[in-house]
């Protein structure tokens, strides 16, 4: 078993409250979730209104899967309106 991790850091400056953070957040999630079918949590900065940190995981057989699962995963983050991709950290474990 391979367990992959990536870790994205956000910045959302059209959003002015924490009301419209979590919504681009929940519909960030959503999406994610049923499209890639992986494991999705804000995990850092949750009071502040302009910065998101999502933890995502995903589990597969082998580690090319994996890789190209969060990859996949990382591009569609990349061009989702109303978020700019600021960092990421991608590792897996089980190998």
Known sequence: MIVGTLRVRLLLR??????EKRSVVRSLKDRLRDKFNVAVAEV?????????????VTVGTDTPFVHSVLSHVT??????????????????YGE
């Open 14 to 19: 059209g959003c002015h409250s924490l009301k």
């Open 75 to 92: 591009e569609f983050v990349r061009f989702f309106g109303g978020v700019e991709l600021i960092d990421q950290e991608m590792e897996t």
């Open 44 to 56: 850092d900065h949750q009071d502040v209104w302009q910065t998101a940190e999502l933890g995502i």
